[in-house]
Structures are given as structure tokens and as C-alpha cells.
């Protein structure tokens, strides 16, 4: 079960004022002691992840958060963290120990009711100010799901649940497939998947799994071959594939080997397909050739992961934008879930594929880019303009391809 990636799981975010027994309700929900309890207000400094099984959802992660009425720089600091946090995740779940909701509790639901996510309103403490059914009308009028709860005896906890998963079922969107949705039953694919040093010993990685499932799910007939394979694979059959999916590390290689008549993508682009929108992110990919000397670069790696030697985000990436624009860059990388606040000094973002994120949190991340008017693009879409083949990996996607030329020519004239 741990094992399930935390970007393929629902996130569940408790929201609320200090004390309202925020951390309790994490606690009671995930069945382990998660977050410290105190009756001291602003217990909670940091938003705390745990990853747990909620029957039948299955896996999914719970975050707790800091009480939003916080006060003071450090405690105003803490509010904007819990409330970034609101921005993308897939439930809100908020907590209050009041009656009579305050101002920062209503500002809660009117945030989640703006971005559209699907919000439980928890009544707690009901053993010190039992629910009157005047109070319980009030808060159904906010129109969201209201449970009552005692997060201490765990009274209530089981409708909680309950809750979410109906939540869960009628309003959350899955996630688009990765690739499935390209081929139909019959057709040929080629998937190119490079064993290089980085990849991991005796398995292909998720994304190379969930593609060769999703086309053997569409009746599809899936190749899998290595880029030095690539020309020898295409001469051997006697009629060409649908299309080739390629790692984009490779897909310079890839290109070069295959007629423009078989179209290309790559898995970095089926990805943003699948968990971002790639329509704009191929718009923001224009943005690429326009960078000028003394411009700066943001890149958006969501994941801590270790950086390797010839790490894709922090030097691959960094080295190839200087080389192929060969304008004087600030080039500066942004590692974790944070992202910065203000993105207008930068001309350009570039996002990781986001694999440990959700869906809604890259879309999260490009509406942030968008209402600061900051282009944003991704790994996969900036390699491939880097290697003078984002048009070709595009063919697939000709609503994505229409933008980004659109954007081209509208922002050069
Ligand atoms: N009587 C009663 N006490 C509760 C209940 N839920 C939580 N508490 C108590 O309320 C206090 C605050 O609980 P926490 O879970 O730490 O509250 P929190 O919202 O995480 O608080 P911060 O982290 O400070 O924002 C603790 O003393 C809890 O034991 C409840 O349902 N009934
Ligand atoms: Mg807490």
C-alpha cells in the first residue's frame, strides 16, 4: 500500500482555526499518532503529510495544517502556507469548534468553493457545545457536507469518513489517461524506454508501466525497444506504428530515426496531457524563444529527491537553455511543494513533470502562473524545443500545437 506514488493518491487537507482540533481529526482519521495534540493555540506549525488506506477509496493522504487565524509575521506566515496548501488539494476538510463560523473560517469555504474543490465542514467537539438543529441548519447553508464529530473520543469519525468517500465519488475528477486515449484496439505503438544509469534495477519506471498496461486496456499491440532499436524495430514492420512514444532524454535520437510521417510524443508530454494541461503549457513553451540576455528562469522541481550527477532539472536542462539560446540567463530552481510567491521577475517557469503531485496541484500551479501573467512550460515540452523537435512531439496534440504556434508568432511580431 505505501508504496502507491503520493502523485497516483487524493490528497485530503484539514483546514482551520488554532485549537479547533485540527491535528486530533488527523490523528483519529489516519489511525496514528500523525501531529501533536496540545490545548496550546498554533500547536501545528508546518503542514504534516501522511499517507494512509481509506477503505474503499484506497490510498490517499491526509495533511494537517496550521489554524488560519493565526497572528503575528511568523503566524501570518503560517496562514499563507495552509492556504497554499487549499489551493490544490483534492478535499477540504473544514474544522471548527465554534457554532457561529469566524471570518477566516468562512473564508476557508468561500476558497474552496471558488477553486471548485469539494469541501466537508466538520463541527467539532460536540461533547463541550452539542449541536443545536438551528446551528447544523446554518452551517448546511454554507452548502457543503457538515458532520459532527468529538475528534477526542472519535465520535462521529466513522460519518466523517463516510462523507468523504461520497465527497470523493460525486465530485472529484480522475486523472485523464496517460496515453490510452491515442490508440485504439488493433494498432501498433512503439514505446522507447532507455536503460541508462539512472534507471532502476530490473524494473521499468511507473509511467513505462501504466503505458503498456493502458495500451494492452485499448487492444493495442505495444513494442518496447531501446533508442538504438529504434530505425532497426521501424524497418522490420511491414507497416508503420500508430505513433511512437519516446523518453525525451532521447527523443532528439528518436526523431532522427523515424520518418515525420510516424507521428511522435513523448511520456513528459502524455504526462502533462494527463495531469496538467498541455495545451497551456505548450503556449508557454513560446516563451522559450523569446529569453534574452539577462533574463530569469525559474525551475519548478516538485520532488526532493537527491539530485544526481547530470540531474536533468538542476543541470541538464540549466545547460542546454544557455547553450541552444545562447543568451546570458539567470537560471534558478525551486525545490518542494513551495512555490514562490511572486513569479513576476521571472520570463519563464519550468515545471517538472510533477509525478509524486496530483492533477489538481499542477493545475494549481499554473493558474498561479497565469493570474501573475509568467509563462509557464514544463521539462518534457522545454527539451524538445531545445532539441528543435517540439513540433514533431506536438502531432499528437493538434489543439496543443495551434497554441503554441499561436504564441509564437502573436508575441514575435
Ligand atoms: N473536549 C474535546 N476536546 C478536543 C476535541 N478535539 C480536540 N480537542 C482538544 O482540543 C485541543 C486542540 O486540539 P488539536 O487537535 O491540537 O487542535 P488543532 O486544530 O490541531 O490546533 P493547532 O495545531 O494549534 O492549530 C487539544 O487539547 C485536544 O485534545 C473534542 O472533540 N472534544
Ligand atoms: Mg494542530
Request: with cysteine.
Amino acid at each position: 500500500m505505501l508504496s502507491t506514488p503520493k502523485g497516483l493518491r487524493l490528497h485530503f487537507g484539514l483546514f482551520g482555526n488554532r485549537n479547533a482540533g485540527k491535528s486530533s481529526l488527523a490523528n483519529a482519521l489516519t489511525g496514528q499518532r500523525i501531529s501533536i495534540v496540545s490545548d496550546v493555540p498554533g500547536t501545528t506549525t508546518d503542514p504534516v503529510e501522511k499517507a494512509c488506506e481509506l477503505a474503499p477509496i484506497g490510498p490517499v493522504v491526509f495533511i494537517d495544517t496550521a489554524g488560519v487565524d493565526d497572528v503575528g509575521d511568523l503566524g501570518q506566515a503560517r496562514v499563507r502556507r495552509s492556504l497554499a496548501v487549499l489551493d490544490w488539494v483534492d478535499v477540504a476538510i473544514v474544522v471548527t469548534s465554534e457554532r457561529t463560523l469566524s471570518s477566516s473560517e468562512k473564508t476557508l469555504l468561500a476558497k474552496a468553493r471558488e477553486l471548485g474543490t469539494p469541501a466537508v465542514l466538520v463541527l467539532n467537539k460536540t461533547d463541550l457545545r452539542p449541536v443545536t438543529d438551528d446551528e447544523r441548519r446554518a452551517a448546511e447553508a454554507f452548502g457543503v457536507a457538515v458532520v459532527e464529530t468529538n475528534a477526542r473520543t472519535g465520535e462521529g469519525i466513522d460519518a466523517l469518513r463516510a462523507a468523504l468517500v461520497r465527497l470523493v465519488s460525486e465530485r472529484t475528477a480522475p486523472d485523464r489517461p496517460l496515453v490510452g486515449e491515442l490508440a485504439q484496439a488493433g494498432d501498433t505503438v512503439m514505446l522507447v524506454t532507455p536503460i541508462d544509469t539512472g534507471a532502476p534495477k530490473g524494473r521499468l519506471i511507473l509511467p513505462q508501466v501504466q503505458a503498456v498496461r493502458e495500451l494492452l486496456d485499448a487492444g493495442a499491440k505495444c513494442l518496447v525497444v531501446q533508442e538504438n532499436r529504434v530505425a532497426e524495430m521501424l524497418d522490420e514492420l511491414k507497416r508503420p506504428p500508430k505513433f511512437i512514444m519516446t523518453d525525451s532524454q532521447v527523443v532528439e535520437s528518436v526523431a532522427r530515426q523515424s520518418p515525420d510521417s510516424i507521428p511522435l510524443t513523448t511520456f513528459s508530454i502524455q504526462m502533462a496531457y494527463s495531469k496538467s494541461d498541455l495545451e497551456e503549457l505548450a503556449e508557454g513553451a513560446a516563451a522559450l524563444a523569446r529569453l534574452k540576455d539577462g533574463d530569469r528562469v525559474l525551475i519548478c522541481e516538485t520532488c526532493s529527491h537527491h539530485p544526481q550527477k547530470d540531474d536533468i532539472g538542476r543541470v541538464k536542462i540549466p545547460r542546454w537553455l544557455r547553450e541552444k539560446t545562447g543568451k546570458d540567463l539567470v537560471i534558478e530552481v525551486a525545490v518542494g511543494k513551495d512555490f514562490p510567491e511572486d513569479l513576476t521577475p521571472y520570463a519563464v517557469l519550468i515545471q517538472c513533470g510533477g509525478c509524486v503531485v496530483t492533477r489538481r496541484h499542477m493545475l494549481a500551479r499554473l493558474r498561479t502562473s497565469k493570474e501573475q501573467g509568467v509563462p509557464m512550460t514544463n521539462y518534457g515540452l522545454t527539451i524538445c524545443y531545445l532539441q528543435g523537435v517540439l513540433e514533431r512531439v506536438l502531432s499528437c496534440h493538434p489543439e496543443a500545437l495551434a497554441r503554441y504556434r499561436a504564441a509564437l508568432t502573436e508575441k514575435t511580431e
